[in-house]
C-alpha cells in the first residue's frame, strides 16, 4: 500500500493530482515488490527538524528516507516513511531547468529505492542506483534527471 498525506497546500497548488503522481512513481520503484510506505509531502521547516533531528544535519533538504523497524510476520511488509520538502524541492526544479512533477516523481523513486536497500555511499552504489532511477523513470516518461536541460 502506497498512502500519500500531503502537510503543505504548496504540493496541490503546485501539482494537479499530486497524490497520483507520488502513487505512480512509488508503484514504479517498488516494480512488483510488496511493501507498505507512507510518503508525506511537507515543507521546508518539517523537512529541517527531522534532518536536524535524525541526521544531525539542521537545514533542510529535497528528500529524507526512513525505513521501517524489521516486523517479522507482516504482509505487506512495511518499508517505510519518505518525506518531501517542497520549498526545496520547488527551487531544485526551478535552478535545474525541470517540471516540478518530473522532480517529485525522481525523488520519490529515490526515495523508495533507499526504502528498498538501495544506497549511494561509494560511487558503484551511485552509479548502480542511478542506473536503476533513470530505468524507472524513463518507464515513466521522465528525462534522465542527471543530465542538465540544453539550455542551461
Known sequence: ???????????????????????????????????????????????????????????????????AAAMPGQDPVPLGDIVLAYGVCAAEAAAQGKRLTDHL?????????HLLGRDHEDEAEA???EAEERAILARLGVADPYTLPHDA
Open 127 to 129: 552509479e548502480a542506483m
Open 1 to 67: 500500500m502506497i498512502e500519500v498525506e500531503v502537510e503543505t497546500d504548496a504540493w496541490t497548488d503546485a501539482i494537479d493530482d499530486v497524490a497520483v503522481v507520488v502513487e505512480r512513481a512509488a508503484a514504479a520503484a517498488l516494480n512488483g515488490e510488496s511493501g507498505d510506505v507512507v510518503v508525506l509531502l511537507s515543507d521546508d521547516a518539517t523537512v529541517q527538524e527531522l534532518n536536524a533531528r535524525f541526521r544531525d544535519r539542521d537545514r533542510p533538504t529535497n528528500v529524507l528516507s526512513f525505513p
Open 105 to 113: 516523481t525522481h525523488l520519490v523513486v529515490h526515495g523508495l529505492l
